[in-house]
């Protein structure tokens, strides 16, 4: 789990202060539309609408775009765009994933397309650009809507742009945890004006004037604090990205030649924000289960966390209401073997340094670990909660449980 990534208390001061000075917090105020026009400058795109928060964000463009039937959506995934899509009346049709960079698999998607579908919501997985083109021509053929859930994408580009101006719409998260931070926020992003507009109502009740009601929105608005803090984050993007940089380096010089361990890179020439520390754990090769690594950080107080476990399509409110869940052998692979470590620009060098020395330490011992803590059994990680074992230092948890 990452650390929130924040700019000094000064920074947000000198924007919060001009807020506090108009006694404007909310309802599009300047720190608002300064923030929309930093973010579409940045990511190079027509329109940014920021919001309260990308799940929010991605609810108001299901019913910008009207989407209904079926939507496809990768099961490696956060989950709040299965459930959101739930909400809004839509089945979310999970998709399996690819095992080299855990996005979408075209082919599997294409082949889940039915005269239901009216859309496809992929997810840019750990901040590694989907299959664009392929998504793109296969959504156009089927002449269905294609959007992006970008929360762990900000700072990435992909054939030769900025990731934010791909499919219809793409949504970022601004969550504590993520790599530019506002407190909590979202921002859809699109090249489409009419869609755009139609955003800023929904987020707003729907209020084209003053006293006309123009459709059914709900509340998505920023507020100025929470614009305050994305605009000092913003300021010091580049920092930031060459923080996490360097830690992500660090990470795959000490977990290298670790046998049964793979620790995820970006594809050659591909530009990552370099967020997310993700490795998968191969059991067999390894000498002990990804369950137990993660119990033996967890013990010296590393928060290293599995994702997305069980996958969108096994979690409770997904699965169908009579029968299996559906066969998606790369996600339930890739859910047994994906351990999540504490990086970006807030975590210490030191502590990079730190994590790896005990995950070799763990893969040195592994056969006698995985003894002994199959005599303990393994259900003490999972009935721990981390504010019961939370320790002083670099892991403490500080956050939601998100990634
Ligand atoms: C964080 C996250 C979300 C949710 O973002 P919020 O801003 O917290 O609503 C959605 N999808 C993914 C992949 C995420 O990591």
New binding site residues.
């Given amino acids: 789990m990452n650390r929130p990534i924040t700019a000094p208390r000064a920074a947000y001061d000198r924007y919060f202060d001009t807020a506090w000075d108009r006694a404007w917090f909310s309802n599009g105020g300047p720190l608002v539309s300064e923030f929309e026009k930093r973010l579409s400058a940045y990511l190079e795109v027509e329109h940014a609408v920021v919001v309260c928060?990308?799940?929010?964000g991605?609810s108001l463009l299901i019913q910008a775009l009207e989407l209904t039937g079926e939507v496809i959506l990768p099961s490696y995934?956060?989950i709040?765009?299965a459930n959101v899509l739930k909400a809004a009346g839509v089945k979310p049709v999970h998709c399996d994933i690819r095992s080299a960079d855990m996005n979408i698999d075209p082919e599997a998607c294409a082949a889940l397309i039915t005269p239901r579908t009216s859309a496809v919501v992929a997810?840019h997985?750990w901040g590694a650009p989907c299959d664009t083109s392929a998504l793109q021509a296969i959504c156009d053929d089927a002449g269905i809507a294609l959007v992006y859930?970008a929360?762990?994408a900000f700072g990435v580009r992909h054939q030769g742009r900025p990731i934010g101006g791909f499919g219809r719409a793409e949504v970022f998260?601004?969550?504590a945890?993520?790599v530019l931070q506002a407190f909590?926020?979202?921002v859809v992003t699109t090249d489409d004006g009419a869609l755009a507009d139609r955003l800023r109502l929904l987020r707003n009740f729907g209020f084209s004037g003053v006293d006309r009601v123009e459709i059914a929105g709900v509340n998505a608005k920023m507020s100025e604090s929470h614009a305050a803090m994305g605009l000092a984050n913003l300021d010091m993007i580049g920092e930031t990205l060459a923080a996490n940089r360097r830690r992500h380096e660090l990470y795959a010089d000490e977990l290298a030649g670790i046998a049964g361990l793979r620790f995820h890179q970006p594809a050659p020439g591909a530009s990552s924000n370099h967020h997310y520390a993700v490795a998968e754990i191969d059991a067999d090769i390894f000498g002990l289960d990804r369950d137990g690594v993660v119990d033996l950080l967890f013990a010296e107080n590393v928060l290293a966390r599995r994702y997305f476990y069980p996958g969108g399509h096994r979690s409770i409110p997904h699965l169908p209401e009579s029968g299996a869940p559906a066969a998606l052998p790369v996600t339930e692979m890739v859910c047994e073997r994906v351990l999540v470590l504490p990086a970006g620009a807030a975590i210490a060098l030191e502590d990079v340094r730190a994590i790896c020395g005990l995950i070799r330490s763990i893969a040195a011992h592994a056969p006698e670990l995985a003894a002994r803590l199959s005599d303990t059994g393994a259900s003490r990680r999972r009935s721990a909660r981390p504010d019961q074992v939370a320790p002083p230092g670099f892991s403490k948890p500080r956050t939601g449980s998100?990634?």
């Fill in positions: 928060n990308a799940t929010l991605l995934t956060f709040s765009s997810t997985i859930d929360a762990h998260s601004l969550h945890t993520k909590e926020g979202g998100k990634p």
